[in-house]
């Protein structure tokens, strides 16, 4: 039993000692609840992956809530692109719920708080109401309003919600301590006047809850039995309990917070106001950037679900916090991909190489493994013809010793076709090569079953035919910034550090087969990297984004 507890996270170990306390299995409830005030970024996936993850161990309903108390930054374009990001996860939620629904619930909770003496109406600007918190290590000042009549703060509260007063004249507090050293407790704002509509209630409230009150509040409605959420909200759990008190009716489950480290990822920021000056300021092209670190991002480059999902159980469930190197992220990406990718050959920096012993008015159709990982992948017909084009790098008229690739005089196999032997080049009047002229070995074709196509040669190289070429234009795409902290020099604006060369567009060939891959199919480049079809592609033109690199050094500890 020690040993099963030890291979417990520490948020399961918490809900197995509440089960063997009395929790009832049935009563367990998660949540899942972002504010509908930007894209879901990579670091969101943790909540994500924990709390409907926690769903799936125990066989537990999952809500996604939305906590729309904020009008003003909040729209519906930012609610149906958190639902597609889930979903695309993999989860599926039990309820879809909103803050927004318990308005009503919230607002006579608040009534009732004013009644009981537990809160009060405060005519002061913000500015001074948090001048007169002071800092921990100095007690506060109590509002002159604070010890007002019940019924003069029922009355001005009513009429706040009415909208008879403008924005920033008063709001409602909670009537806490002044002194306590944990300073959320210092009479914190309960409601503020905000005159804007809102995208489900529209023009009804003039009235919003602030995050605090309204958030354990909706844990409380919900159900929710353990409201899980970053470390940043720690010093804030004084005040759900607080808050939970003035509602709490001992019949219903009385809902705890708990607290794990949320999760930083090396040349990556998840400032949703800084990623808001990203776009806003044309350093990418919009939130579904693959260059971003948002979900929308992630997936338009070409990462997957699993992949992800694979990286958030590796980096684990911690109390502190720490810096997670992005080159895990890009091995369980590469990971997946490897199983799943279709093998395909496109040639990015072209040069034309000319099979002079080929028949000029012959085409042959050869085999090829769709993915040698995956037994059911099948396989398919490539085109080959005299004229092909191959990578610009692939060859080197003199090359050194352990140069594997084409060279003058020396042999490669080409991919699934023959081997050939270079001769000769032509070049331009820069003294750029055009044309490498070549030999083949007829009797080579891979697969064939000859003593010649058994032939080993040190070097093996991908290809395109030219007759049967398709054009695609490749994106590669690089780290968005170049150090691995961008945010985190305090003196310096983070858009310092952004990569200038974080995008490249390459214009290349593929075989033809590339044209009926779909809108975001993992697609292997073979010996170049890992790719996708882009959103952007057209019957004309065909655009692919690179999501990582063929091979990496690193191994994962």
Known sequence: MDEEKKSLNFIEQIIEEDLSNGLKPDQLRFRFPPEPNGYLHIGHTKAICINFGLGEKYNAPVNLRFDDTNPE??????????????????????????????????????????????????????????????????????????????????????????????????????????????????????????????????????????YDWAHGESDYI?????????????????????????????????NKQREFARMN???????????????????????????????????RKGYTPASIRNFIERVGVAKRENLIDIQLLEFFVREDLNKIAKRVMAVINPVKLVIENYPEDQEEWLETENNPEDENAGTRQIPFSRELYIEREDFMEEAPKKFFRLSLGNEVRLKSAYIIKANRVEKDENGEITTIYASYDEKSRSGSGTEESLRKVKGTLHWVS?????????????????????????????????????????????????????????????????????????????VFNRTVTLKDGYKPQ
């Open 73 to 210: 930054k909040e729209e519906q374009e930012f609610v149906d692109s958190i639902k597609e990001d889930v979903a695309w996860l993999g989860f599926k939620w039990d309820k879809e719920v909103y803050a927004s629904d318990y308005f009503d619930q919230l607002y006579d909770w608040a009534v009732q708080m004013i009644k009981d003496g537990k809160a009060y109406v405060d005519e002061q600007p913000s500015e001074v109401i948090t001048e007169q918190r002071k800092n921990p290590t100095e007690d506060g000042i109590e509002s002159p309003y604070r010890n007002r009549p019940v019924e003069e703060s029922l009355d001005l509260f009513e009429r706040m919600k009415n909208g008879e007063f403008d924005e920033g004249s008063m709001s409602l507090r909670a009537k806490i301590d002044m002194t306590s050293p944990n300073m959320n407790m210092r009479d914190p704002v309960m409601y503020r006047i905000l005159k804007r509509p809102h995208h489900r209630t529209g023009d009804k409230w003039k009235i919003y809850p602030m």
């Open 222 to 254: 919900e159900q929710i039995s353990h409201s899980l959420c970053s470390l940043e909200f720690e010093n804030h759990r004084p005040l759900y309990d607080w808050y939970l008190d003035q509602v709490y009716d001992g019949q219903k489950l009385r």
């Open 265 to 299: 990822v090396s040349y990556m920021i998840t400032s949703k106001r800084k990623l808001q000056r990203l776009v806003a300021e044309g350093f990418v092209t919009g939130w579904d950037d693959p260059r971003m670190p948002t979900v929308s991002g992630l997936r």
């Open 466 to 542: 030219a007759k049967h070429a398709v054009p695609v234009e490749v994106r590669i795409y690089e780290r968005l910034f170049t150090v691995e902290q961008p945010d985190a020099e305090k003196e310096a604006d983070f858009t310092e550090f952004i990569n200038p060369d974080s995008l490249k567009i390459v214009q290349g060939f593929s075989e033809p087969a590339l044209k009926d891959a779909g809108i975001g199919e993992p697609l292997q480049f073979q010996r170049i990297g890992y790719f996708t079809k882009d959103k952007d592609s057209t019957d004309e033109k065909m």
